[in-house]
């Protein structure tokens, strides 16, 4: 009986892409992270503290902003390539309850991702995200591709001295549309008013390249502070 002859095994690749920073450094438009900054007194930048922090912090302007995001597009939604971002921040409101501080993937975002006097995200494009309006206290999820779009409030509350664990999913459900989900601490958010978990539909047809960013806005003339831990997305590459 002859010896059993066994076949190599050939990997093809990685299956997932995997983009994860901690940030014991920063300099813009170095190692994947690229800041936007709108007005005097905007900056992103490197603080002390254990395993590396960066500051997103306004003027003291009505809708000064601070962006940290992936400096490319790196992620699509898609069939059979489900998707997870997630960011791990702090921020309390300098003026009562008028910060605008968001998270998720988004296409090409320079200013504006949040728009002023509370009325939340932009009306464009393609997003998944977790924010929190000025003239809100909760997270709210936000899902949209073009003109489709649903926004959920949560009843989690936003904001404090904590450190906070923010994530977004998108699964695919068919061929067509995708489930988001969102989860704090990883405890899924819950709708405000029905009290049943969010997730909403999203068609996948145009969907456009996103990017990763963490955002905040000064809804007043108080300047405002985010500080972020680390941020990251993974997504099936195959």
Request: net charge negative; proline share 2%.
């Amino acid at each position: 009986m002859g010896r059993e002859v066994k076949m190599p095994v050939f990997v093809l690749g990685r299956d997932n892409f995997d983009f994860w920073r901690d940030l014991e450094n920063f300099t813009t438009a170095q190692d994947g992270l690229t800041s936007v900054l709108t007005g005097a007194g905007a900056a992103v930048a490197a603080v002390d503290g254990i395993g590396g922090l960066v500051t997103l912090t306004t003027g003291g302007v009505l809708a000064n902003e601070a962006i940290l995001r992936s400096t490319q597009g790196l992620w699509q939604v898609a069939a059979n390539r489900p998707l997870f971002a997630e960011s791990h921040l702090q921020y309390a409101e300098a003026n009562v309850n008028n910060a605008n501080v968001a998270f998720g993937l988004a296409d090409t975002v320079g200013t504006g991702w949040m728009q002023g006097a509370g009325a939340g995200p932009r009306t464009s494009g393609n997003q998944i995200m977790i924010y929190k309006a000025a003239g809100g206290t909760s997270w709210r999820a936000q899902a949209r591709n073009g003109t489709q779009v649903t926004d959920s409030n949560s009843t989690t509350a936003a904001g404090g001295t904590a450190f906070t664990i923010l994530r977004v999913e998108a699964h695919d459900m068919s061929t067509t549309q995708v489930v988001c989900t969102y989860s704090v601490d990883g405890v899924p958010l819950r709708d405000a008013t029905s009290g049943l978990l969010i997730s909403h539909l999203l068609n996948i047809s145009g969907s456009a390249l996103l990017r990763l960013l963490t955002y905040v806005q000064a809804g007043s003339a108080t300047g405002e502070v985010a500080t972020a831990d680390y941020l990251g997305a993974s997504q099936v590459r195959f």
